[in-house]
């Protein structure tokens, strides 16, 4: 781990959590600009604020502004569930990929267009509950990693081991589906493997903010309650905190989280991973700014992603979630190699 | 975890190693002679030592024998790769990909397919290996830049990196739909039509990067608690992380040119070893080398049946067996 100053940082992540603040809404802003045909900032304001003709209303409104907010939410979704894992596991390479809900959600969707198709590949039911199947599969996935862990659980290395066992049984599955599906279904299952946030209509997002933003409430608290450094179970049960039962809280919040993340969007990768390093690395350790940070930047990602591939790709629309880690990585691979010049 | 072996504990390794030789070797007898068409040990014998040029024989040699030899080299490369990462990170959910040489090497292959036209088997296991290699040095670079290669710091660079190489790879994928079609499969790894040849290329890679490995073994075994620990032994802790890198390059990046990117093997092996062999890298490497060929050769055989007649990619078998394996030994573990 990377020492930092505990002064120096305390005084300044308030100021670099503002400037996070600021950089990602203009991001989100220019994510609304931009597009087939380029709106100028101050008329995306106007729009925003009810003011603006019809036609940038429509493209705003109902095209731009639903992507850009859904990125904001699961980008922001998935950082958080990161960093709870890698607080409480204290594994670096903990992520909401290894906790066997993405790829159970993965798993949930496959099934949904395999068994809800007909004889000539065509859905009977409609789309719009491909989200619920999503939903239900990463429940399973995370279901099935607690009871096979049963009173392993209390050990956060094996409780990961069990989510990358189960992910890997549903992700092999997916894969053997696709392969002998038709290619409808391989395709619309792969864009949700791939993660994209383009589709997605106000009530969808209603339903993700309303299940996420309690959640997040919830992170919050108990992150104020996460061990600081490295504690262990006897110095955490002096300190009046049973670490077993809050470390199996903490891994339900952080599940719920993901869940509800990629229910409408799909599996984005690497946001829940790098997200979190990113802002240790940022704001350090302070547990508070290390959520808001990782929020702030899991969301910058994901907007910043989704940017790049309409930029690049248009009009092809390339899901956002393949390229997200375009976004933070070289940054990251930047500060790690500055950042050691402060190290004690 | 592991109690000081008494000799008895040494006679049970023994015997454990004596039984996982044997099942690699019937594992490859049944990988030649079952499939799509079953043939029989006499068939094989004449085959190779009697080679006639018949259809059967043909098959047997050409096609059959290759991947009975490749799948345990590649099987045994990662599974020594998988423990050696878990050791130099301190982590034990890392494994080979998480350096970043699968992806460096899907990425080696997917742009030279893309902008250089290599299609073939050969060019493209070629070009893996110099992805991987390239990757693995480029990992070493950032590294030593950010101050040494220390466990934190080779899983971050290392997944960066990754996921890095991951998202060039789907670009250029989704970029050129029709044109990449072929390349899934690969992507997926597999042992299918390999020739006799990528084997003996594959072998001196293994070896060294096993030789290296094997002669890592005390050292190893000391760096495995914590560098103070290590250097109060006289341990020379980064000497022995840049072999023990290079190892795993040699390794899994002949793993990866034979293969493709066989995902999940690094990972479970180890855990699997060390549940037989302890802790000590010793008797722990020579372990996880068995398991990890044991494993892939039989996973190969599993893939010709699962999608029957069509061969499932060998990566989806792996993972659901080594999936599956994961949560038995965990649970083994419950009491």
Redesign the interface.
Known sequence: MTPFLPALTATRAPLLLSIMTIATAVLALSGVAFGSSWIPIDRVAAVILGAGDKTQSLIVLQLRLPRVVIAILAGGGMAVAGFLLQKITRNSLASPGVLGVIDGGALGVVIFLAALSDKSNTLVTSIVFQPLAAMAGATLGIAAVFLLSGSQSVSAVRLLLFGIAVGAVAKALVMVMMLVGPIYRTSQAARWIAGAVNEVNWTEIQITALLLLPLLALALAVARKLPPADLDEISARSVGLDLPVFRLLVFAVAAALTAVSVAFVGAIGFVGLMAPHLARLIVGRSMVAGIIGSFLLGAFMLVGADLVVRVLFSPTEVPAGTVTAIIGAPYFLFLLMSKQRHDG | MTVPRARSARQSFAVTIAGLSALLITAMLVSVTVGYRLYGLDQLYHAVFAFDGSETATVLVNLRLPRAILAPMVGAGLGVAGVLVQTLSR????SPD?LGLNAGASLAVVLASATLGITSLTGLSLVAALGALLTSMLVFA?AA???GISP??I???G???A??G???V??IL??NEAQMQNLLFWL?GSFVDRPMALAINGLPFIAAGAAIAFALVRPLDALQADDATAVSLGVPVSLVRIGCFLAISLLSGAAVAMAGPV??VG??VP?AARRLAGQRHGPLMLAAALIGAIYTTLADVLARF??YP?E??V???T??V???V??LL??G??A
């Open positions: 982590n034990r959910i890392a998480t950032i830049g950010a101050g934190i710091r899983v971050l660079i997944v960066t990196i996921g890095l991951q998202s060039v789907q670009l989704t970029s997926a995902s999940f990972l479970v855990h699962v999608i069509v499932a990619p990566g989806a078998v993972a659901v080594g999936g599956l994961l949560v965990l649970r573990r419950a």
